[in-house]
């Protein structure tokens, strides 16, 4: 039977306990007084590891966003640069054909001729 009493008695503590707390509205929130509050202050460290997280995630999203925009400009960078290589490519290709050679031999008026014999092809 003492059991029960005992039992009893907890719980009778436990609920004049909440009884006692003061109830919550909206001049304790903007006042403050929420803040001195026991479950809140116990809450605190956690609070404040939550906010680090959120700073944490904050910067890493703008550093992605930064690595974005660089890739971005990385990208356009590299299509002007492949163009501009094929058209030199071109130019390079159209300055080494034969027709082009003599062209210009003959407009420096060089005394280099172009050879009548064919191409021999040596053979191991």
């Known amino acids: ?3 029960f009493k005992n039992i009893r008695a907890k719980l009778d503590a436990k609920i ?3 009884q006692d ?3 919550f509205n909206i001049r ?3 006042g403050g007084d929420v803040l001195t509050r026991q479950e809140v202050q ?6 404040i ?13 703008f550093v992605c966003e930064q690595d974005l925009v ?6 356009k960078e590299l299509i002007e640069v492949k163009c501009e290589s094929l058209s030199k490519s071109e130019t390079l290709v159209q300055m080494n054909r034969r027709s082009y050679l003599i062209d210009k ?5 060089s005394p280099l001729q172009e050879s009548l014999e064919p191409v021999i092809v040596i053979k191991k």
């Open 1 to 3: 039977m003492t059991l």
């Open 16 to 18: 004049q306990k909440k």
């Open 21 to 23: 707390r003061p109830k």
């Open 28 to 30: 304790h929130l903007i």
């Open 42 to 47: 116990r809450q605190i460290p956690f609070i």
């Open 49 to 61: 590891f939550i906010a680090i997280l959120c700073l944490f995630y904050i910067h890493n999203r």
């Open 70 to 75: 660089t890739l971005d400009k990385l990208k």
């Open 105 to 109: 031999l003959k407009e420096n008026n």
